[in-house]
């Protein structure tokens, strides 16, 4: 099989150097094809650039699957990773992570991946049902959930502004900031105007 090597650190002065040791002793020792090795040193939760660009790899076929050190350098979440994996067995490319001794390749691997999308599922009914429990606390105290709502000035004040004075929401936000430092957010304001058209 045709594998790819993978390493990540978060921020620039970490050292990925050990991780490329481990990858490339491992895929040394059990003889695995290597079409390159990939390198993430700076990175946000939202994007990942080379991650992208192997996962377009394994969907184009150019590679078989992905070696990684541990399942954290691949994936910041048990959501992230389950959606992964399930997408990989769908589409018959695997991971192979070292540290956890997972290979989606193999039965046992499938195995563990099962276990893993249990204990992901248990702990996000738990937060799930820390959170309901939270919210009965706080009405039960008497505190108000939710945005704030808008005075009624205001909405009157966006409302003349967009009628009479036939301002966009940008200019009506911009209007108000200059007079009020906690003007309503830009959305804020075209739903107000939105819901005054239906009245």
Wanted: hydrophobic share 40%; charged share 30%; proline share 3%.
């Amino acid at each position: 099989m045709k594998f790819a090597l993978y390493a990540r650190v978060s921020r620039p002065d970490e050292n990925l150097d050990n991780q490329i040791i481990q990858l490339r002793q491992f895929a040394a020792a059990h003889q695995y094809e290597v079409e390159g090795s990939y390198y993430e040193t700076e990175s946000t939760r939202d994007f990942r650039p080379v991650k992208e660009l192997l996962l377009h790899k394994l969907f184009m076929k150019e590679i078989e699957g992905v070696i990684f050190v541990s399942l954290d350098r691949w994936g910041r979440s048990s959501r992230e990773l389950i959606l992964d994996f399930e997408r990989a067995l769908q589409k018959g490319y695997t991971y192979i992570s070292i540290k956890e001794m997972i290979d989606l390749s193999s039965a046992s691997g499938k195995m563990q991946f099962v276990i893993l999308a249990a204990f992901a599922e248990f702990e996000r009914a738990r937060i799930s049902e820390r959170t309901i429990a939270g919210l009965q606390r706080a009405r039960q105290s008497g505190k108000k959930l939710g945005r704030p709502q808008i005075p009624e000035d205001k909405k009157s004040m966006i409302l003349w502004l967009s009628r009479s004075m036939r301002l966009k929401a940008q200019q009506i936000r911009k209007e108000m900031s200059a007079k009020d430092h906690k003007a309503p957010s830009l959305s804020t304001i075209k739903n107000i105007i939105r819901r005054g058209k239906l009245c």
